[in-house]
């Protein structure tokens, strides 16, 4: 294997952050504390449990166990964030922490086995675990964001309806190798 699934994967990571960063920009502050009952979680709770996931899972991953003892889990589910300021510096020292580590890597460490909860996991698995874990819950808050906004919210994707206007686009033009976030990445940043 070669640096490409480094590359890919920090692109994936990069989309899905950038998913999280549009829905929060999309919402008044209030909302973003909203919950639908008092067992679903605000995209405030989210953004706290994957902030102190982040933390733990990637401070020091390769020498100390991804599950931190000053980690406390449970605290992440309570929705006592104060302000959106605070919500977004908690999303972006999360990020940044995960992004970081990822950063250092190179191939080599990819084999390498590091601990979560005293389970050994490959470089690799323990990527791919975050991979599956934190897209799961920014499509939590793109869900949450769409029910407040309603008819409001602005599409993400390809928007309901231009499907086959975004199609034509893609077939119009030839052949080529680029990764599939390279396009949503590119506007994001052109923002």
């Known amino acids: ?7 890919s994967i920090r692109k ?12 929060i920009n999309q919402l008044p502050d209030d909302k973003l504390f909203w919950q639908y009952n008092d067992e679903s979680n ?8 994957l902030y102190g996931n982040m933390l733990s899972r990637w401070t020091d991953f390769l020498n100390t166990d991804g599950e931190k003892e000053w ?3 449970d605290a992440e589910f309570e929705n ?3 302000s959106k300021a605070t919500l977004i510096e908690m999303w972006e020292e999360g990020w940044k922490c995960f992004f970081n580590a990822l950063n250092l890597l190179n191939t080599e ?3 390498r086995i590091i601990y979560i909860r005293n389970e050994g996991h490959t470089v690799l698995e323990a990527i791919n675990r975050q991979l599956a874990h934190y897209p799961y819950h920014v499509g939590q808050m793109v869900f949450i964001g769409k029910m407040i906004c309603n008819e409001n919210w602005i599409s993400l994707s390809i ?3 231009k499907s086959n206007s975004y199609n034509d686009g893609k077939f119009s033009k030839e052949k080529h190798k680029q990764h599939f976030t390279d396009e949503f990445l590119k506007d ?3 923002e």
């Not at 994936?12 to 829905?23: A, H, N, R, S």
């Open 12 to 23: 994936q990571f990069e989309y899905y952050k950038m998913l999280g960063d549009k829905t």
């Open 188 to 190: 994001s940043n052109d």
């Open 80 to 82: 006592n964030i104060n």
């Open 159 to 161: 928007p309901r309806g």
């Open 42 to 49: 605000s995209i405030a709770i989210i953004v706290k449990h």
């Open 1 to 7: 294997m070669n640096t490409t699934y480094l590359e």
């Open 71 to 73: 980690r406390n889990r």
């Open 109 to 111: 460490d990819l084999n």
